[in-house]
């Protein structure tokens, strides 16, 4: 097979020989194994807080918008008017940042 004609060059070969055990598809495939299980390992914890903050934010802005609606459709309609004019204000608040109110008569 490949990987005993790929293991016998290793241990035949002047240079490679004192290191076959360290060469070829199988060393790779388990070196590369242990660095990927390794990298999961420390990056679960931080993976894990960040989706506890994410769900924490958005349980929080569920809890904002409130109650669902009942079944009236009136009631649907001025949530999502509400949604709506909230992601508006964020949108314009991100392009402009905050600014203090400026009455325009005070510009003349």
């Known amino acids: 097979s490949a990987l005993n004609s790929e293991r016998d060059f290793f241990i035949k070969h002047p240079q490679y ?3 076959s055990h360290r060469c070829g598809s199988r060393f790779l495939a388990v070196r590369c ?3 990927l299980t390794e990298h999961i390992r420390q990056s679960l914890p ?3 807080q960040e989706i506890r903050q994410r769900l924490k934010t958005n349980e929080k802005e569920l809890y904002e918008l409130g109650e669902a609606p009942t079944g009236n459709l009136s009631d649907k309609r ?3 008017y ?3 004019a909230k992601f508006c ?4 608040a991100t392009i402009h940042g905050p600014k203090p109110h400026i009455s325009t008569n005070a510009l003349f």
């Open 82 to 84: 509400q949604v709506l």
């Open 89 to 92: 204000d964020d949108y314009k």
């Open 33 to 35: 194994n242990r660095l």
């Open 78 to 80: 001025w949530m999502l």
């Open 17 to 19: 020989s004192m290191i």
């Open 46 to 48: 931080k993976l894990k």
